[in-house]
């Protein structure tokens, strides 16, 4: 249905016709496009949220250490609260580790990885998309121009030119702009928070195989030194099957010892260097830029001790992925007014004013002038059922986005979880590994001993050494296990952004 009015006046009242359009062009979007108010925008988005109920506190809480670790990390200001009961600071939660190229790693990578960067022009998409739907509650004004050579049979040539300027407007008077422009603003805020978010994951990404990447390298050192023994021990077999004080079945085991522990040492290079070249890709770097990497050697680092944990609700306030879940809903929500405005009729104002004459110098007469006012509504009567069925659909979207946000909100609970168990696991776990290792070390050197003497046979020394070795390269694996956990319980509890220094869109 079309319903228009359309008038052409005299030329002395072009100047106030025109007057009439530009000033209802003008004004009218102030007034159609009123922004609701913000307790009503709260009220709706804790309305489409689905209802849960977070616990009280956590299930486990880390507990301190049976003994302390005996490496301890040069001081850095880790930027942690001195408060014994105020939770942890985890915005630089890598910085706490004390290592500084741990420090110069991440905050690389945070400037030149990829998956960053496609996450800042993400952001950019949605900020432009969001200023399309903005630029939709304004009119439209466009400028033509034309000339036209006819003739029709034997009469003479005519000539026409035109000029003018048209202006259309859509006072959305059903919402429809209205709810586009939110969807598009919900959408602007996910693409930020996802930018944060993978900006997190990366600060753990890159933490994680640092620490990989030191764990190798003192299994790399432990097995050398074992290496080291274990060929001393070769060494003496030798010249007791020259006296005669020892069987050749002796030095044939002292042999393979030796080289299964050889056989590691590539396997543990092959690691290494993987893991260096995974660290420089992170970093938007070459895998050749890896090489200073692997000429440094230093031992894994230990987070500092003493993390206390917030409420689980403050917890999950200061994660990126819910918060950009969050914003998912509330895109959906508008989504659904958007296609349940569009099935309203719709009201367009228009208006131009041009020039038309038979020769150029005509243009400038005062009877050349034109000018035109349209108002039109339009409906539509019969669609099939498309527009409701729109609705439906969108309606389906925004319950898929509350079933994501739920289940991101669940996972986010499980993940704090998980790395408190594995942290109190491998805290225990190291300090008896400590013990271990420590009394492997005390039997195999006593073994040496006593074989050189005479003392024992040859099968006690190959135990223990095979002890110490596994003893001291499990206790390292676990070491930079319990580093991987702290890191993995900083990324559960939101780390590596601030929420409130984050710009704005």
Excluded: C
């Amino acid at each position: 249905m079309m319903a228009s009015i359309r008038k052409t006046r005299t030329a002395g009242h072009a100047g106030r016709a025109l007057a009439g359009v530009a000033l209802v062009l003008a004004l009218a979007p102030g007034w159609a496009t009123a922004e609701p108010t913000l307790a009503a925008r709260d009220d709706a988005s804790a309305a489409a949220l689905p209802p849960l109920l977070l616990p009280a506190q956590w299930s486990q809480a880390p507990e301190p250490m049976l003994e302390p670790v005996p490496k301890q990390m040069p001081a850095v200001d880790t930027g942690r609260s001195s408060s014994g009961s105020a939770p942890t600071e985890v915005a630089l939660w890598w910085r706490g580790f004390g290592d500084r190229e741990l420090m110069a790693r991440v905050e690389q990578a945070l400037q030149a990885n990829t998956s960053v960067r496609s996450a800042l022009a993400a952001l950019e998409q949605a900020r432009a998309l969001r200023d399309v739907a903005q630029a939709g509650r304004w009119p439209e004004v466009g400028a033509s121009a034309s000339v036209q050579r006819s003739r029709s049979g034997d009469a003479a040539v005519g000539n026409s030119w035109r000029a003018g300027l048209d202006a259309a407007w859509d006072p959305d008077l059903a919402g429809r702009q209205r709810a586009g422009i939110s969807a598009g603003e919900a959408e602007l805020q996910a693409a930020r928070y996802g930018l944060e978010q993978a900006r997190v994951e990366l600060a753990a990404e890159v933490a994680l195989s640092y620490v990989e990447l030191r764990g190798l390298q003192a299994r790399l050192a432990i097995a050398r030194a074992n290496l080291a023994a274990q060929q001393d021990t070769l060494q003496i077999t030798d010249w007791r099957v020259q006296a005669g004080l020892a069987s050749s079945l002796d030095l044939e085991q002292a042999r393979a010892a030796t080289e299964q522990t050889r056989a590691q040492i590539p396997a543990l290079r092959t690691s290494l260097s993987k893991t260096a070249h995974a660290l420089a890709l992170l970093g938007g770097q070459v895998p050749a830029a890896s090489q200073t990497l692997l000429e440094t050697v230093r031992p894994v680092p230990l987070p500092p001790t003493g993390l206390v944990l917030s409420f689980p609700a403050d917890t999950l306030r200061q994660r990126a992925d819910l918060r950009a879940a969050e914003q998912r809903v509330l895109a959906a929500l508008a989504r659904v007014e958007q296609a349940d405005a569009a099935r309203w009729p719709s009201f367009q104002l228009a208006g131009s004013l041009g020039l038309a004459a038979a020769r150029p110098a005509d243009l400038f007469e005062l009877a050349s002038l034109t000018r035109t006012l349209l108002a039109g509504l339009s409906a539509s009567l019969f669609d099939g059922g498309a527009a409701r069925a729109q609705v439906r659909a969108q309606q389906a979207a925004l319950e898929q986005s509350r079933i994501g946000y739920e289940a991101a909100l669940l996972g986010a609970l499980q993940q704090v979880e998980d790395a408190l168990a594995a942290l109190a696991g491998d805290r225990e776990r190291l300090v008896r590994l400590q013990a271990a290792a420590e009394a492997a070390a005390n039997a195999e050197l006593l073994a040496r001993q006593r074989y050189a003497s005479g003392l024992i046979d040859f099968r006690t020394v190959l135990d223990t050494q095979r002890t110490l070795l596994s003893a001291q390269s499990e206790l390292e694996t676990t070491r930079a296990a319990l580093s991987a956990d702290h890191v993995r319980l900083y990324l559960a509890l939101g780390g590596g952004w601030t929420p409130d220094a984050a710009p704005q869109p």
